[in-house]
């Protein structure tokens, strides 16, 4: 495994970004349509195709993802992304129609120093094609893609991702775009709030400050449906605190989660490797 979203088998990830404009997009791909839905926290949404995930509605499985920054500007990056599948033949069948499903979300990134002066159009569509064309298993992390302009509040943002799997070879893995108002440091640092879920010292090793005890949260697994997604994903939100200071704004932080329909790629598992980790305990009941 290479710690990447990409450990799932079927998903691919592809980046575009501008470097003038300070600004990008970043695709998550599925080689076949996959099981979805979305849990949208904050005072400041901005994504596209929301509603369509509610449980209520008709469509359950999507084609691909797609991150970007630009504010509502780059909303637009779905519709790249949706172009690209269009070219491949992708896409919900009504008929002899075929509509790409491709949600997505944004960030706000017009005051990172770029050039946002344009023109007519915004580049987000064009960018979303060219991330989407260019998805593969192995992809960039850090300053690139929808991370190109993110930042926190002390350091530079950016694309993440992890990957985790249980002792039975079940798979769990997350890709995020960090554009945050918080600080994923105690306070100026060296010490980074995700240090009780480091793996192989990529944290530098350094642990919490002395007398600093985390939390944990364990989840039982089961077998995960369209409303099962819904609920991973509303679970899902709970890394967040573990990593950033502060979390709860008035502006916008989400989670789709997603899975093949086949086997259940869920965060509860992830828990239970995280736990392990942690204390060395094998034998633990999670309930």
């Known amino acids: 495994m290479k710690n990447l979203l990409t450990d799932i088998s079927g998903v691919r990830v592809g980046h575009a970004d501008d470097p003038r404009v300070a600004s990008g997009a970043t695709a998550v791909i599925f080689d076949k349509p996959a099981v979805a839905a979305i849990d949208v926290r904050g005072g400041g949404p901005g994504i596209r195709e929301g509603a369509l995930l509610d449980l209520a509605n008709t469509v359950e499985r999507i084609d691909a ?6 504010s509502a500007f ?3 990056a779905g519709g790249g992304v949706q172009a690209w599948l269009a070219e491949q033949g992708r896409g919900f ?8 499903i491709v949600p997505g979300a944004i960030m706000f990134d017009l005051l990172n120093g ?8 915004a580049p987000y569509r ?15 992390l850090g300053s690139v893609g929808a991370g190109l302009g993110a930042t926190t509040a002390n ?3 950016g694309i993440g991702s992890a990957s985790a799997a249980t002792p039975g070879g079940v798979r769990v ?3 995020a775009a960090v554009n945050a108002v918080g600080s994923v440091t105690v306070g100026d640092g060296p010490w980074f709030w995700a240090a009780p879920f480091e793996i192989d010292g990529e944290y530098g090793g350094r642990g919490l400050p002395p007398s600093f005890t985390p939390d944990i949260v364990l989840e039982r697994p089961h077998q995960l449906l369209h409303k099962g ?3 991973l994903a509303r679970q899902s939100t709970h890394g967040y605190p573990h990593v950033l200071r502060d979390v709860h704004r008035d502006f916008m932080w989400l989670w789709f989660f997603v899975h093949d329909g086949i086997i259940p790629y869920i965060a509860h598992h992830a828990n239970r490797v995280v736990y392990r980790r942690l204390t060395g305990d094998e034998d633990h009941d999670f309930c």
């Open 65 to 70: 993802l797609v991150l970007a920054g630009g």
């Open 74 to 76: 780059g909303l637009e």
């Open 93 to 100: 069948a009504i008929g002899d129609a075929v509509i790409p």
């Open 114 to 121: 770029g050039d946002k002066a344009w023109g007519r159009f």
């Open 126 to 140: 064009e960018l979303g094609y060219a991330a989407a064309a260019a998805a593969a298993t192995d992809f960039a």
């Open 155 to 157: 350091f530079k943002g």
């Open 173 to 175: 893995a997350a890709l």
């Open 229 to 231: 997604a819904l609920v």
